[in-house]
């Protein structure tokens, strides 16, 4: 049937799936959890995002998790898997900061009220992992 054939340019879909894991650089694990006394105001539907900057560098965001309360604690592995533009990868990065935010707004941007959490700068390549604990209020 060769409605199912791929164009003869086309490269064989096996060696595209291995590039892309070799083109995927470093997995940073991170683990979320929030202070209990600020959980308990919560109803569990509020979105959470989880965002990786460069310490020093542009401001836009390497990764972006979007996730709820419920979801609490959360792990994430944060790779270049994530990048949100070109060229902005986590690889290119040696030292990153990572912020969780509940966002009452549902919105990115934070706004007074809503709760956070910061680690950082750390660096990818001499720490292993990262927890991140959600525990001020905006």
Known sequence: DSSTALPPDHPPIVATAEAVDEASGPVFPVEVSINEALAARL???ETVFL???AASGPPAPLAVHRFTVDDLPYQAQLSDQDAMMEGLMLSAFPEITITARVSFSGQAEPQAGDLE???G???ILESASAE???D???
């Open 132 to 134: 991140l604990k959600i």
């Open 121 to 123: 700068p750390l660096s």
């Open 51 to 53: 965002i990786a900057r």
């Open 136 to 138: 001020r209020v905006l």
């Open 117 to 119: 959490g910061e680690v």
């Open 43 to 45: 109803d569990g539907t």
